[in-house]
């Protein structure tokens, strides 16, 4: 983004918000936010517009963000999401101020419940899940207190230690807040805030079997902490007013919390919930398949930190639903590889077709130079070896063309990219018809660079060396769903995976690939990195994104 455009871009509101604060010296002058994962996933496009979020507020405002696990259920924890979650926030180009866990806070957070027993406002309740949820009510009729709500606080602090030295079984008792079963809001018909788990925690071990709900962590710890500014996603809107009665009841550093949208794309999920199902069902390779919408996803699959950067700062950040078009994210990325992306020439084609240049001599080579990336031209030119037969892409020929088909057609002149201008003079078949070779005359004063011939041909494709082809794998992916809005398709999500989201094909590169590291543009065909299963042996190349864009011709036709 240019200086200026930066000036005249309005304020987002939670920008508005942190401004507003600073000015009036909140928190003495302080910003510190917090991205919070819940440790049970790899991080996905969405979390990356939170991350941006928390991380851009601090930069812009000269705060610091907190990374902090959110690590209270045990069942689905795990370090090596802890390590991935780490490894993606690192590599989308941000760095936490300190690297914390709610689970250090479990002590704390035991204290915070006694604290409200001793108040009058918990109790250990031995009902049944279902009786709690019968008890809650519905959003127009007034819930019912459990039988166990008037327990003295003595009870309650006794029954509670015991919960925490593991005298009772899973499910045989909670503790809930106890605020008002009548309440419209249905968070404060006395929330259940710990439960019963005997099981192993990711960091905590067997050290602890009760663990506290979501509500009764996530705002605590925010408080320990000194979040200034708590961001997180429109569905916790109705949990704010028990994020800020906690707070209030305890007495703690008030944190406040702010809500804005969340990222959904088109053609894609973004739940690690659903993801996870992807992955453990197979539908596709790992968390890191390239048709993943997950950070270790889109890297594998050659998207830049900076592009996903440049992205969620062109989405904005908004108060109220929506679904994003990945048609822009890909914009993005294409908009940064255009800028660094070495280009290449790559027959995409299992079954090229051989062209034998008839007037070049046999056995003669020549090296010609061609330029890395006209958009850099610091980057220089690499010698790319032409001689008397080469290969092209098959659909680079037609043998009766239509008008406007400016290739391979009998009589037809096109330009080799970097190297000469040839015609076609003779199309050679095999016995069932297939063209199985061309062969043209090259003008020898037609050498890109210096061409002195004064012929102008209106088509350039690209080629390859037959010797010295090498041949590699490359990976072709289209979207993973069929569906352009997942939250409106019926049955199951899975129901509507693109049976083609990917084409292997078997490809022929210049050799200069063989050296392979990076990211490349493949001359008329897009945008390419080398994968991560990829040896010397055999090369494999995967389509970050296609050269068309059709997001910017859309947005050129509304
Ligand atoms: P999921 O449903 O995929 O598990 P989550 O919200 O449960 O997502 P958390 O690990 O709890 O995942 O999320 C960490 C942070 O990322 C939270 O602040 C959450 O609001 C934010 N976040 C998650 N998904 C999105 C999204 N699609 N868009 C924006 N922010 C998101
Ligand atoms: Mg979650």
Known sequence: ???????????????????????EGKSGGRLLTRFPPEPNGYLHLGHAKSICL?????????????LRFDDTNPITEDTEYVDSIKAD?????????AELYASDYFAQLYEFAKKLIQQGLAYVDDSTAEAIASQKGTPTEPGQNSPFRSRSVEENL?????????????????????????????????????????????????????????????????????????????????????????IQKLDIFPSHQYEFARLNLTYTVMSKRKLKQLVEEGHVAGWDDPRMPTLSGVRRRGYTPEAIRDFCERI?????????????????????????????????????IKVVITNYPEGQTE???????????????????????????????MENPPKKFFRLAPGNR?????????ECNEVIKDSEGKVTELHCTYVPESKSGSDTSGLKVQGTIHWVNAATALPVEVRLYDRLFQVEDLSEAEGDFKDHLNPNSLEIVHAFAEPSLKEASGTYQFLRKGYFCLDADSSPERLIFNRTVGLKDSWAKDQKKK
Not at 8 to 22: A, P, Q, R, T
Request: proline fraction near 5%; hydrophobic fraction near 35%.
């Open 54 to 66: 928390n991380f851009g507020l601090a930069q812009k405002y000269g705060g610091q963000t907190n």
């Open 89 to 97: 926030v690192r590599w989308l180009g941000f760095e936490w101020a």
């Open 367 to 397: 090296e010609l130079s061609i330029e890395n990336n006209p958009e850099q031209p610091e980057e220089g030119s690499r010698q790319v070896t032409f001689s008397r037969e080469i290969l092209v892409e098959r659909e680079d020929f």
């Open 316 to 352: 904005g950040v908004a108060k109220r639903d929506n679904l994003i078009d990945v048609g822009l994210l890909e914009f993005c990325v294409r908009e940064h590889l255009n800028k660094m992306a070495t280009r290449v020439m790559v027959v995409l084609d299992p079954d090229p």
């Open 414 to 422: 096109v330009r080799l990219k970097g190297a000469y201008i040839i």
């Open 158 to 246: 006794e029954l509670f230690e015991g919960m925490k030295d593991g005298k009772y079984p899973d499910g045989s008792r909670v503790l809930r807040a106890k605020i008002d079963m009548a309440s419209p809001n249905m968070h404060f018909r006395d929330p259940v805030i710990y439960r019963i788990k005997h099981a192993h925690h990711h960091r905590t071990g067997d050290q602890w079997c009760i663990y506290p709900m979501y509500d009764f962590a996530h705002g605590q710890s925010d408080s320990i902490e000194q979040i200034t500014h708590s961001i997180c996603t429109l569905e916790f809107i109705p949990h704010r007013p028990l994020y800020d009665w906690f």
């Open 1 to 23: 983004m240019t200086e200026e455009t930066k000036e005249v871009k309005s304020l987002n509101f939670l920008e508005e918000i942190v401004e507003n604060d600073l000015r």
